[in-house]
């Protein structure tokens, strides 16, 4: 679990990185035009097995048109469970991890805020982990992992913008997530739900 909030950490800090570098630099030769793009990082949360999930998203768009954006998204989430799915755990932790492409049109555009529509697929990984860290020799051993399920997914969703100052809004977006796919454990439809975010969105497309 350590080994996979790192993993996230760095394609999140690689994601910022080239967003930033291409909004400041990423000018066309020819034009001399800033490059239309979008990067947002969010905090996040959704219901799974009954219990909120915590944790984090992330989008970065390039526009084809004014309105019309396609880029990479990221949504994890993680916590502890109450249930075992049939494996001896004293206290699973169920991990979220969501890989996706973005298609965003933005429906109202004005100078205070801006209404965007949806359209997210990919692949999502679950896993099953046990908690509990055990300490031996002067080392962290971490158990393997126990369980996964994969699914493809189609989410459409919605968010509003708003307009702090320069590039900078603050966006908050509610979705759904359809999930396609066979369970190694629990049930798919239990994953199944709505997902919010609230976060900061890096914009020079207006």
Request: charged letters at 15%; proline letters at 3%; glycine letters at 6%.
């Given at each position: 679990?350590?080994?996979?909030?790192?993993?996230?950490?760095?394609?999140?800090?690689?994601?910022?990185?080239?967003?930033?570098?291409?909004?400041?630099?990423?000018?066309?030769?020819?034009?001399?035009?800033?490059?239309?793009?979008?990067?947002?990082?969010?905090?996040?949360?959704?219901?799974?097995?009954?219990?909120?999930?915590?944790?984090?998203?992330?989008?970065?768009?390039?526009?084809?048109?004014?309105?019309?954006?396609?880029?990479?998204?990221?949504?994890?989430?993680?916590?502890?469970?109450?249930?075992?799915?049939?494996?001896?755990?004293?206290?699973?932790?169920?991990?979220?991890?969501?890989?996706?492409?973005?298609?965003?049109f933005i429906l109202l555009n004005n100078n205070y805020f801006k209404f965007k529509l949806n359209i997210t697929n990919g692949l999502?990984?679950?896993?099953?982990?046990?908690?509990?860290?055990?300490?031996?020799?002067?080392?962290?051993?971490?158990?393997?992992?126990?369980?996964?399920?994969?699914?493809?997914f189609i989410e459409p969703g919605t968010d509003l913008s708003l307009h702090l100052f320069s590039s900078l809004y603050l966006t908050?977006?509610?979705?759904?997530?359809?999930?396609?796919?066979?369970?190694?454990?629990?049930?798919?439809?239990?994953?199944?739900?709505?997902?919010?975010?609230?976060?900061?969105?890096?914009?020079?497309?207006?």
């Amino acid at each position: 679990m350590k080994q996979s909030k790192i993993l996230s950490a760095i394609v999140i800090c690689l994601i910022v990185w080239q967003a930033i570098s291409l909004t400041c630099f990423g000018q066309t030769s020819d034009s001399n035009k800033e490059k239309p793009l979008s990067f947002e990082i969010a905090l996040a949360r959704t219901n799974i097995l009954g219990i909120t999930f915590p944790g984090m998203s992330a989008h970065y768009i390039f526009f084809l048109t004014k309105r019309l954006g396609t880029g990479l998204s990221l949504f994890t989430v993680e916590n502890q469970v109450n249930q075992n799915f049939g494996f001896s755990l004293t206290n699973p932790q169920l991990l979220y991890n969501q890989y996706g492409w973005i298609n965003q049109f933005i429906l109202l555009n004005n100078n205070y805020f801006k209404f965007k529509l949806n359209i997210t697929n990919g692949l999502i990984q679950i896993r099953i982990l046990q908690d509990s860290r055990q300490y031996n020799s002067g080392q962290y051993i971490f158990p393997p992992n126990l369980g996964r399920n994969f699914y493809y997914f189609i989410e459409p969703g919605t968010d509003l913008s708003l307009h702090l100052f320069s590039s900078l809004y603050l966006t908050a977006g509610v979705n759904y997530r359809f999930l396609f796919g066979k369970s190694n454990f629990s049930d798919r439809k239990e994953f199944q739900n709505t997902s919010f975010i609230l976060g900061l969105t890096l914009m020079n497309n207006r």
